[in-house]
């Protein structure tokens, strides 16, 4: 909302219409296209700059070291290898370190919970069951029970597994059966309680949301022994991380002497984690994916800079706008919308979709009748148009209306600028009825606001305004 400001008691806020937004920033769409090549060519000429740099560095450095030179797609070709087997030896890492590794598949602790859902509106039972199931399935549960507990989600993921079903019974209540593997009765308990949490929580979200239902706890059973899924889990994993360690060995098996040097090279000096990512960017070469993200980018930054300087004029210039309730706002007789330069392009069709639109000469005229009307009502012969900035912006359309008012037998006076024309002050005096003439996107509303506490003080008679694109 936008408190217009001036001397008049009778102002109101003016709420900035979105749509009127939007058609304004998009008004400038060649404004915006040239920001957004501007910002793209020159992120992405920064990243070319940078790039070439290390390679160059990379490749001096290594020849300098070894008195031996590789191509700049040798060593981008060595750094991603590089960089891929290191991939593989952390995800191994990981593997051999997740719970499920961990658990004793001769002594390994699960543990079952049900629940019932009840509903008193047999056509609420599918809805219900599908909003449990999507956070079951999905990772809402696994964040949950992960945040509370400390265990890596990807361990909750492996190691909890849900299902929701129909009852056989009726068609009142669906099932949840929740099953939770681990190491320890301990670390059981911890997750159960979790689950149990989480799924209170969701049961009082869509009972506040007016999904009704009731969640009932069923049962809770713990089983402690052999299991046959974790000792197949395992089996599975140990034949993936052999595999991916046989891929490592065949790698580095297939360099040749002056190509596994360089490869040997990057691991020197125990560079590993962070550091070896930073290595493998110092010595990487231009590379194309790299420079069109940064491209990609740098469209996306030029777009949301030029258009948000835009919104930020829209709001803060405070100008009169197509959109604004006229009479809402400033209590005046809407006599004619005018169109401007953009009259039948692009924009000017989608902001007026499913409205019933008027060229130049058909506005004017509709605008001289209402006008002409109003006359024949009150015994009008001589009409004022006054508004800011006439002969410099809406001379032709005063021009154009001028005419038109003479077939009505009213003789129209232009005056142009009377809050800043004290010449335009006396040709007020002399008249008994004027109508406001106002450029959309141009006029401040303040000045509005401020010409019609002028006439309304020189005694003069605002019979409406007419806006013009």
């Not at 030029?302 to 009479?327: K, P, T």
Request: net charge negative.
């Amino acid at each position: 909302m936008i408190q217009l400001q001036g001397d008049s008691r009778d102002m109101r806020e003016v709420e900035i219409s979105l749509k009127g937004l939007i058609f304004y920033i998009l008004k400038y769409w060649k404004n915006i296209l040239a920001g957004m090549l501007i910002c793209a060519l020159g992120l992405s000429g920064f990243k070319y700059y940078k790039d070439s740099k290390t390679a160059q560095i990379a490749d001096t450095s290594y020849g300098e070291s070894t008195g031996k030179e590789l191509s700049n797609q040798e060593i981008e070709y060595l750094n991603s290898l590089y960089v891929y087997v290191q991939n593989l030896r952390s995800f191994n890492d990981e593997r051999k370190d997740s719970l499920i590794m961990k658990i004793d598949p001769n002594n390994a602790v699960r543990e079952d919970i049900s629940y019932l859902i009840r509903v008193e509106d047999p056509s609420e039972i599918d809805g219900i069951k599908q909003a449990y199931e999507q956070a079951l399935k999905g990772i809402a549960l696994s964040s949950y029970v992960s945040g509370n507990t400390g265990i890596p989600m990807q361990d909750i993921i492996e190691t909890v597994s849900s299902s929701v079903f129909f009852s056989n019974t009726d068609s009142l209540t669906a099932s949840i059966s929740v099953g939770i593997l681990s190491d320890s009765v301990d670390n059981s308990e911890k997750v159960v309680a979790e689950v149990n949490e989480f799924l209170c929580d969701k049961s009082r979200q869509l009972n506040e949301n007016g999904c009704g239902h009731e969640l009932i706890p069923v049962g809770e059973s713990i089983y402690q022994g052999p299991d046959a899924g974790v000792l197949a889990s395992q089996t599975q994993y140990s034949a993936e991380i052999q595999s991916r360690n046989r891929s490592v060995l065949d790698i580095e098996a297939n360099l040749d002497e002056e190509h596994l040097e360089y490869y040997s090279s990057l691991s020197n000096g125990g560079s590993t984690g962070a550091q070896t990512e930073t290595t493998s960017q110092t010595y990487k070469a231009v590379s194309l994916r790299s420079l069109a993200k940064y491209l990609l980018l740098g469209l996306f930054i030029g777009m949301f800079l030029v258009c948000g300087l835009y919104a930020v004029i829209y709001i803060f210039a405070n100008r009169i706008d197509e959109d604004d309730d006229i009479d809402g706002v400033y209590g005046l007789l809407l006599l004619g919308v005018i169109p401007g330069r953009d009259y039948g392009k692009l924009l000017y069709k989608l902001r007026n979709i499913g409205k019933r639109t008027f060229d130049f000469d058909e506005s004017i005229g509709l605008a001289a009748a209402r006008v002409g009307a109003i006359a024949r009502k009150e015994t009008i012969t001589k009409l004022g148009i006054i508004g800011c900035g006439i002969k410099k912006n809406t001379e032709k359309v005063a021009g154009e209306l001028s005419v038109f008012l003479k077939k009505y037998g009213i003789e129209a006076v232009i005056i142009d600028d009377p809050l800043y024309n004290p010449d335009s002050v006396e040709q007020l005096r002399g008249l008994e009825h004027v109508i406001l003439l106002e450029k959309i996107g141009v006029t401040h509303r303040v000045e509005v606001w401020n010409e019609k506490e002028m006439i309304t003080k020189l005694g003069i008679k605002l019979d409406g305004i007419i806006i013009a694109g």
